[in-house]
């Protein structure tokens, strides 16, 4: 049997003086894991996790939403709740102005531009712009058409501001609500219909009537095919971007439901700008009575010029 000091481990000195007294011994050489190893180890381990975390969707990306959206649950009564509706960059602004000026064929205005990050301050400046753009030029329009006239007499109707940020907003805000409330409805009888918010719809409408501000300008021209030539080549741009964007989401119900839709929708469009034209351009022409002439029997004569 053997003994205890025979069964306790040794410190053998260098390879080289064990070698040397049996070359045949057959030799094992256990190191320690070395640097290397152990990072491209560790890189394969973050990887493969990064993998899983895509496949997951819980990437870095995914975690700045969740805080994104843990930011936008404040109270509505705050002022940070409102505040996150306007966090917007003038960059922006102006790429949304511009896709919806030049609409791109068969890409969705929503998916393109809003749906990363809806807000409210384009639309109401823009909405607040075109209340002022279509009164300022409806006055002017009225000033240039009576020009010259002797017993015209120029006087600024501000009522008509009131009544212009009436039409304009309840447009802009009332509709997108019943559109919104009608596409809720009918999600809920067809599964697969594309849903949008209520803010991204009200951005929608808010930017496509950005284009009916240089139109207004332009309506200051003294010519009726000139100023519905502009309505109709308006009408086109920005109806285009409602009906590229609110097709895809009612293309899956029923045939005749979802082309009553896009037309109402077109219709309503259609409405508010030749609405606008009428009122605050087209407006008849009034007569102008001239002060009371007395005849020579003691009689008063009232002329009126046309």
């Excluded at 320690?32 to 895509?54: F, I, M, T, W, Y």
């Excluded at 994104?68 to 109270?75: D, E, I, R, T």
């Excluded at 949304?96 to 890409?107: A, L, Y």
């Excluded at 940020?165 to 999600?187: D, S």
Aim: proline letters at 6%.
């Amino acid at each position: 049997m053997a003994a205890a000091d025979d069964l306790k481990f040794q410190e053998f000195d260098d390879a080289a003086n064990l070698l040397a007294a049996n070359p045949d011994a057959t030799t094992i050489s256990i190191d320690e894991p070395s640097a290397v190893p152990k990072n491209k180890h560790s890189h394969l381990q973050q990887s493969g996790r990064e993998e899983d975390d895509e496949l997951l969707g819980t990437d870095d990306s995914d975690k700045t939403e969740l805080l994104a959206g843990q930011k936008k649950s404040a109270p509505f009564w705050t002022f940070e709740y409102y505040q996150t509706f306007f966090d917007v960059d003038t960059y922006q602004v102006l790429d949304r102005i511009k896709g919806s000026v030049f609409p791109v064929p068969g890409k969705n205005f929503v998916r393109l531009y809003i749906r990363s990050n809806p807000d409210l301050y384009g639309p109401f400046w823009i909405c607040a712009t075109l209340v002022f753009a279509i009164v300022v030029s409806g006055n002017l329009s009225n000033f240039f058409i009576h020009l010259g006239k002797p017993t015209y007499h120029y006087v600024p109707e501000f009522r008509k501001v009131s009544i212009a940020a009436t039409t304009i907003y309840a447009y802009a805000w009332l509709v997108p609500l019943a559109l919104w409330g009608f596409l809720m409805w009918r999600n809920s009888k067809v599964m697969n219909i594309v849903s949008y918010s209520f803010l991204e719809i009200v951005c929608v409408y808010g930017y496509s009537l950005f284009i009916y501000i240089p139109t207004a300008i332009l309506w200051i021209i003294p010519q009726k095919v000139v100023r519905w030539v502009l309505v109709m080549f308006s009408l086109c741009l920005s109806g285009s971007v409602l009906v590229m964007t609110f097709w895809p989401a009612v293309r899956d119900d029923n045939r005749r439901i979802a082309l009553a839709t896009v037309g109402t929708i077109v219709l309503l469009h259609a409405l508010l700008a030749v609405g606008c034209l009428a009122y605050f351009f087209d407006a008849p022409e009034l007569d102008f009575p001239t002060p009371n002439i007395p005849a020579h029997n003691g009689t008063t004569v009232i002329t009126k010029i046309q």
